[in-house]
């Protein structure tokens, strides 16, 4: 017979068109509150969602607060949270494994155009680096180039993960 791990979880909200509940993995009980309990048989349907892209990120996008991680840029509907190992190659849904990134930023990230190093620094594509263009290409990608990220995770256990970001740099370097 099976072992099963229960803990405490908050369902923050329902989104019930795509079965998926939003948990909220990191809230804290407040002694002050009696909060309602309820036993709850989870749809097998819903169950499968819960380790899906919805809790993912919801996690990363808090361990950010909300910004992305290169340019810290706040608007959460042009926000996503990016896989270092990608989903597709296996990559977990995990916040160590993750980014809150842009979408201007994120799309650059999965094109190899710009790296993230081990050491939380970006990296610009040598040939992007040097191209001359507008002022998303200057400002929005060439002038990051060295910097180190600008919001990482308060808490170091949610920081991204070295050595999988060791992996994706080197592809980045191959790429380029
Ligand atoms: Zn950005």
Not at 56 to 61: M, T
Request: include cysteine; charge should be negative.
């Amino acid at each position: 017979m099976g072992t099963s791990a229960l803990y405490p979880i908050f369902l923050i909200g329902e989104e019930r068109a795509d079965l998926q509940y939003i948990v909220d993995i990191d809230a804290v009980p407040r002694p002050d509150i009696l909060w309602p309990s309820i036993e709850l048989e989870i749809d097998p349907s819903y169950r499968r969602q819960l380790t899906g892209q919805r809790p993912f990120r919801a996690a990363v996008l808090r361990a950010y607060r909300t910004s992305c991680a290169v340019c810290s840029f706040r608007h959460s509907d042009l926000l996503d949270a990016a896989h270092i190992h990608e989903d597709g190659a296996g990559g977990l849904p995990v916040a160590t494994n993750g980014l809150t990134l842009c979408k201007m930023h994120h799309a650059t990230y999965d094109r190899r155009i710009l790296g993230i190093t081990p050491d939380y620094e970006v990296r610009i594509n040598a040939e992007v680096l040097h191209e001359v263009d507008g002022p998303m290409l200057r400002h929005g990608t060439q002038e990051f180039h060295g910097q180190h990220l600008m919001v990482l995770p308060k808490s170091r256990a949610q920081r991204p993960d070295r050595s999988l970001l060791e992996t994706r740099y080197q592809a980045f370097l191959d790429a380029g």
